[in-house]
């Protein structure tokens, strides 16, 4: 086990870091000053931190329920406008977004990286991955195709069109502050969708930031300002998306308890819901496998972003005859990532959210211990002197002998669970023997073993990969998984129809009236 260092890297304090969110911010045309609440301030604030220290940036005014009632009115009323607008002029504010992103790259990734604590390089692909989505969309502008279908009368033409949905309620997760905001939002654009949004209360000023620069892309080409809409706080403003039946679709991102409690409350109103929920992800490797190749994804969907994807590979499965090796291996690289500053290029593990992300990180190495479990590396926290309200904690890998309640539970930290197989059977088994059905992958060189993973009694998942570990996902493909994931897919694809609502359409153009099945009346 790597010992923790008696003195650390240098990190930064909290001044600086305010110092920096708050150019940022001011690059971004977003002044934070005003947007502090003043000591006299009487409704709820909502404090910004940094994981980096654990220190406040700042105090923001959070939104109360007058102010979020009237932001979905007035995405309700520009709504009305919107979805009448064609189709491609609707691209047009995706594309002029997509261009502000890509000017204001540097300065959104420092604020991911403040807010969330993700190294640079993964905060910058977050903010490519906005840049991409807006792309994506933009052509989509000109294919939200309808089918023209055969029908059984003739003189009839029977075909399905595809008209905008309403306001659509954005519900996101501290750990991906802003690319999941775009995948809903560019989308939902598009679709002629008018969206109100509910970030983290772990991430407001990335928040900030994003929602300023749609602003100013509305303005620069016509679009009303109402098509976006942004409320800050906790759960509570969560819960306006949730119930309020002006909202047509609630597109929410988080954990599973949290979509236990959004989901029956949506469809009680009749509502749509489009849940992102947690995974519990598991890489199964087989003899075949090209152990350099596996190496180096599975560390990288372990251990990258601190283990706080939802993608995350928690379970690793390995075939018996390969497993000592390859596990010595692993815990070998992890014992080389450097740990420390995200903003330090050769950072490889930023810090976790937040202490009590390392409570529950100790909490699952325990119970795992106790069920027998054998922590080979990790689990520690360090720098603790420096940064005594931050959680700058190395990434942990557990040998277990069965997969018990703990290995089938998702800690959102960085804990990879090694277990082992004898027959690809017995790994399939127990890859699917999880309540979540987020992300998986299968490294192998036999193609039998490929396919039989990708087919219908393989992999459970929403997502599921050869030769490639379990995150790090395209926005090309559709998004998201199964079981207690929610079964919501976002991003590419055909994911767009979620945003929309579906007319099928009849028309007769002969003069004669048949009826359906044949059925004879008058
Ligand atoms: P969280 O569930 O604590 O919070 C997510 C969001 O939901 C926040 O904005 C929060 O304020 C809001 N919220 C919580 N309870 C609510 C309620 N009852 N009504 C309305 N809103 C409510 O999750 P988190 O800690 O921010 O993020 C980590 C979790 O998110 C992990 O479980 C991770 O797997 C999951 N996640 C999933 C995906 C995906 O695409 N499947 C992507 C990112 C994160």
Known sequence: ????????????????????????????????????????????????????????????????????????????????EWRTVPAPRRGALVKRLGELLTAHREELADLVTIEAGKIRSEALGEVQEMIDICDFAVGLSRQLYGRTIAGERPGHRLSESWHPLGVVGVISAFNFPVAVWSWNTAVALVCGDTVVWKPSELTPLTALACDGLLARAAAEVGAPA????????????????????????????GSVRMGQLVAPRVAARFGRCLLELGGNNAAVVTPSADLDLAVRGIVFSAAGTAGQR??????????????????ERIVQAYGQLP????????????????????????????????????????????????????????????????????????????????????????????????????????????????????????S???????????????IGGAFGGEKETGGGRESGSDAWRAYMRRATNTVNYSADLPLAQGVNFL
């Open 226 to 253: 109402g098509v976006h809409r942004l409320l800050l706080g906790a759960r509570a403003c969560g819960e306006r998306l949730v119930d309020d039946p002006r909202v047509a679709l609630v597109s929410a991102t």
């Open 310 to 327: 939802c993608t995350t590979l928690r379970r690793l499965i390995v075939h018996e005859d390969v497993a000592d090796g390859l596990v």
């Open 460 to 474: 459970d998942c929403g997502i599921a990969n050869v030769n490639i570990g379990t995150s790090g996902a395209e």
């Open 1 to 80: 086990m790597p010992a923790t260092p008696a003195a650390g890297p240098r990190l930064p304090d909290t001044a600086t870091l305010r110092a920096r969110a708050a150019t940022a911010l001011r690059r971004c045309g977003i002044d934070l000053e005003a947007h502090t609440a003043p000591p006299a301030h009487e409704g709820d604030t909502l404090p910004a931190r940094t994981p980096l220290t654990g220190g406040t940036l700042a105090h923001l005014p959070a939104t109360t329920p007058e102010q979020a009632d009237a932001a979905i009115a007035e995405a309700h009323r520009t709504f009305q």
């Open 339 to 458: 740990l420390g500053d995200p903003f330090d290029a050769s950072t490889l593990v930023g810090p976790l959210i937040s202490t009590a992300a390392h409570t529950a990180m100790s909490d699952a190495l325990a119970a795992a211990q106790q069920a027998g479990g054998k922590l080979l590396t990790g689990g520690e926290r360090c720098y603790e002197a420096q940064a005594p309200d931050a959680a700058y904690v190395r990434p942990a890998i557990v040998r277990m002998p069965e997969q018990t309640e703990i290995v089938r539970t998702e800690t959102f930290a960085p804990v990879l669970y090694v277990l082992t197989y004898r027959t690809l059977d017995e790994a399939i088994a127990l890859h699917n023997g999880v309540p979540q059905g987020l992300s998986s992958s299968i490294f192998t060189r036999d193609q039998r073993e490929a396919e039989r993973f990708l087919a219908a009694d393989g």
